[in-house]
């Protein structure tokens, strides 16, 4: 704890420390429900379609992805099933060229001159098919020039196995070089964290590769999902809206060689304006986290995701650095790439937000009133703080001699709700708040 604020200072605290030492971690959330999620933490959507009725058809008009989007096992079992039909029935063909021809029962006559020499069986067939396809040519069995029909067939499967080849080993190839895997060394922050930042309140998480190799032109993209009533009484289940991170001054532009912080400034245009702790306990959203980029080694577009529920986010926390000058270069610490530490008395930063000039008036009065929410959902009657957690003399400290509006002080009702509470509490009363 001592080297920590020797580091950072005085004002932050650190919310649990494991016991071996590896790092700080963030404190046990209360267990709740396990609810659907829209995207999982790996990426995967939990999307099925059902009931497509006679729109099947559409998969076999593009059935080259079709064959790509399927499972591995799937994959190979069409793959052998594939060369294995297509063997056999060109075998069939070179058996019923010579069961026509009479050469299966004059085979051993040294005098006549068969279609394919040493062809007297489906075995024998089956044989010269291969070396003929494979180009293996043995020169035991060899097609003659008295047989048209057997050129005819000879560059008949030429052709198809031109064209097999070409699309089942193309779609082996384009399977196995998709850079979906190329994804499971970017990572994520298991949570996202909201504190200040450069006098703003903002919405952080992190993103880092564990590759060398660079993510080129690597972008990154935030959607807010929530479920919402329009005016006109239509219900809009996990409706989209954009969570700017940086669109606008090309912060969106990721050099992803070490851990970054990706941030949102909840300001007036972010859907999270009217967010306060305790509104996080009982309203239900999910942010989805899209990063994308070009594989460096292989040119091709990967994209990972990420979601970060409700529960998910942490209020008034900060990363743990992860990166120490070394000599002669940078260190990325990784085992600390999901710590977070908690900061003390960061809420009274709110009352600087910036409004009317010197940051006073309504958006004072609104900052107070927020952090006198945010108290009572804490500190509701039976629940305790957690352990970790300053007292409230500390975390919610309102400052009542700030001048508001009207020449009065702008945080007097807030101060006064959060003596009143620590009074009844202090002796012995029922908080009915």
Known sequence: MSALRKKFGDDYQVVTTSSSGSGFNQPAPEKKKKRQRFVDKNGRCNVQHGNLGGETSRYLSDLFTTLVDLKWRWNLFIFILTYTVAWLFMAFLWWVIAYIRGDLHRAQD???????????????AFLFFIETEATIGYGYR?????????????????????????????????????????????????????????????????????????????????KLLKSR?????????????????????????????????ICHVIDTKSPFYELSQRSMQTEQF?????????????????????????????????????????EGFFKVDYSQFHATF??????????????????????????????????????????????????????????????????????????????ARRFRRETGEQDGL
């Open 110 to 124: 040294p005098k006549y001159t068969p279609c394919v020499a040493n062809v007297y069986n489906f075995p024998s």
């Open 142 to 222: 060899y097609i003659t020039d008295k047989c048209p029909e057997g050129i005819i067939l000879f560059l008949f499967q030429s052709i198809l196995g031109s064209i097999v080849d070409a699309f089942l080993i193309g779609c082996m190839f384009i399977k196995m070089s998709q850079p979906k895997k190329r994804a499971e060394t970017l990572m994520f922050s298991e949570h996202a964290a909201i504190s200040m930042r450069d006098g703003k309140l903002t919405l952080m998480f992190r993103v880092g590769n564990l590759r060398n190799s660079h993510m080129v032109s690597a972008q990154i993209r935030c």
């Open 229 to 261: 009533q329009t005016p006109e009484g239509e219900f809009l289940p996990l409706d989209q809206l954009e969570l700017d991170v940086g669109f606008s001054t090309g912060a969106d532009q990721l050099f992803l060689v070490s851990p970054l912080t």
């Open 286 to 326: 999910e942010i989805v986290v899209i990063l994308e980029g070009i594989v460096e080694t292989t040119g091709m577009t990967c994209q990972a995701r990420t979601s970060y529920t409700e529960d998910e986010v942490l209020w008034g926390h900060r990363f743990f650095p992860v990166i120490s000058l070394e």
């Open 342 to 419: 908690e900061r003390r008395g960061w809420e009274e930063q709110l009352h600087g937000l910036p409004g009317e000039p010197g940051g006073q008036g309504q958006h004072r009065h609104q900052a107070a009133i927020q952090v006198a929410e945010n108290a009572r959902g804490r500190l509701r009657p039976g629940r305790a703080p957690h352990a970790s957690q300053a007292p409230e003399d500390e975390l919610y400290h309102v400052r009542d001699d700030l001048p508001g509006e009207h020449g009065r002080p702008a945080h007097e009702a807030a101060a006064h709700q959060l003596r």
